[in-house]
């Protein structure tokens, strides 16, 4: 750009930085075309903000095909005046698939790793959590609209277990599910430093990662109320409409 207008780096960056502009970064964000979206934002965030009595909120998710990627050679160790190091370059030695759910009062999670991602999982995974939980509450689970969640045989178990009450997000809205940020989490301090050289290995280090976590867990707090969000993207659909 100081090339094509004939002026210094430098003045480009200060009128860059005068206007509050940063064109070397970039984030990413999709908005809803559900057309209940109003209304399952309103039951979601109201669980959230005013949780019902005598009964618990569980934010569930699960995290598939986490790669147990083991480095092509040892890494360094960290040391004074240089940060640890891996390769660029690593071996698959194949996937696992994660079920989680985040209790919404005191942070504790529920996981249990599965090679596959179907609804005979997500069964197994929903007889977890009703041994886990205490059988005099109910039970509201905030979900994504994925089709192993509203499966017939999933649907069949529901019906036989009343205690279970299912809330789904709006599709394309994973940020309102708790649960995603403590993937986030896992992703950073656990699964992205390691090495693994077989599948047990990598479900070894998750469930010990939980384990850990439960020892000593710290809830995550949603502070937006629903107006506040409905605000935002408001004012998001009007640039998106004008630049279409």
């Known amino acids: 750009m100081a090339k094509a207008v004939g002026v210094s780096h430098a003045t480009v960056a200060r009128v860059w930085e005068a206007h509050g502009l940063q064109p070397h970064r970039i984030k990413t964000f999709k908005l809803s075309k559900d057309k209940h979206f109003v209304e399952k934002l309103t039951d ?37 005046g ?51 939980s205490p059988r005099r509450l109910d ?29 789904f997000t709006p599709t394309s809205s994973s940020w309102l599910n708790m649960i995603e940020r403590w993937f986030g989490e896992l992703t950073q301090k656990r699964i992205r430093r390691g090495t693994f050289a077989s599948v047990p290995d990598l479900t070894g280090a998750i469930n010990e990662y939980i384990r850990i976590h439960n020892r000593e867990p710290k809830p995550f707090v949603w502070v937006k109320k629903v107006d506040q969000i409905l605000s935002k993207i408001c004012h998001c659909k009007p640039v998106i409409e004008t630049l279409h």
Not at 47 to 74: F, G, H, M, W
Not at 106 to 116: A, E, L, N, V
Not at 140 to 153: A, R
């Open 82 to 132: 240089r940060c640890g190091t891996m390769t660029h370059d690593y071996k698959r030695n194949g996937t696992t698939c994660l079920f989680a759910a985040l209790n919404m009062l005191d942070g504790t999670i529920i996981g249990t790793c599965y090679p596959r991602h179907r609804h005979e999982e997500f069964l197994k995974f929903l007889q977890t959590i009703d041994r886990s």
């Open 139 to 167: 039970l509201h689970l905030i979900l994504d609209n994925y089709g192993t969640h509203t499966h017939p045989v999933i649907k069949e178990w529901l019906s036989k277990h009343p205690r279970f009450h299912l809330h």
């Open 44 to 80: 979601v965030v109201g669980l959230y903000l005013n949780p019902p009595d005598k009964a618990l909120v569980l934010c569930v998710d699960e995290k598939s095909q986490i790669q147990a990627l083991d480095r092509t050679q040892p890494g360094l160790p960290m040391k004074k």
